[in-house]
């Protein structure tokens, strides 16, 4: 079973503030890497697949950067609000792997207004 | 509208009792996968199909069935529920790209299941 790990798993954030997180994952037979952002009650969404070392996506406030030779992703949320409130998780998929995601425990964000 | 719908959304249920949880996708998917959630686990791929009877054990597959008849259902099944398997359980479906995929997969609102 891979190892894919997110920390921390859970932070408070005061409104306005930046904050950022990481997911780490092996850095052998990458293929792809996503993030998705689950709010309470509703379905996971794709925010974000990343393939590339070095790739930089963006979407609004939260970006997310890729390092593929180390292994890891952060996700970046700049001047947060309280409807970025959320777990987000990222899953790795390895090459071969077909449609396979094996996913993070999550970093559960909240906040404060 | 496109979507992966489930049922039901909450279930409580005793030992040993069994249950089905529906999955629907009307997104012509051929890649259909089943969840669970636990603190701290993210989430753990139980059983996933490739297309119409073509099934496969994930990760946890242990006490679970399915069935594939239909390209756009996929119920997941509990013969004989068991505590241990109180859990939240996602179901998700993407296209099937053989040689790896990118495609994100589409997840349903989850089913919050309570086994006494």
Sequence with gaps: ILNVEQSPQSLHVQEGDSTNFTCSFPSSNFYALHWY??????????????????DEKKK?????????????????IKGSQPEDS???????KRQAAGNKLTFGGGTRVLVKP | EAQVTQNPRYLITVTGKKLTVTCSQNMNHEYMSWYRQDPGLGL??????MNVEVT??????????????????????????????TSLYFCASSFLRLAGSTDTQYFGPGT?????
């Design chain 1, 37 to 54: 952002r689950w709010e309470t009650a509703k379905s996971p969404e794709a925010l974000f697949v990343m393939t590339l070392n070095g």
């Design chain 1, 60 to 76: 609004g406030r939260i970006s997310a950067t890729l390092n593929t030779k180390e292994g890891y992703s952060y996700l970046y």
């Design chain 1, 86 to 92: 959320a777990t987000y998780l990222c899953a790795f």
């Design chain 2, 56 to 85: 496969d054990k994930g990760d946890v597959p242990e006490g679970y069935k399915v069935s594939r008849k239909e390209k756009r259902n996929f119920p997941l099944i509990l013969e004989s529920p068991s505590p241990n398997q």
């Design chain 2, 112 to 116: 919050r299941l309570t086994v006494l």
């Design chain 2, 44 to 49: 753990r791929q139980i059983y996933y199909s």
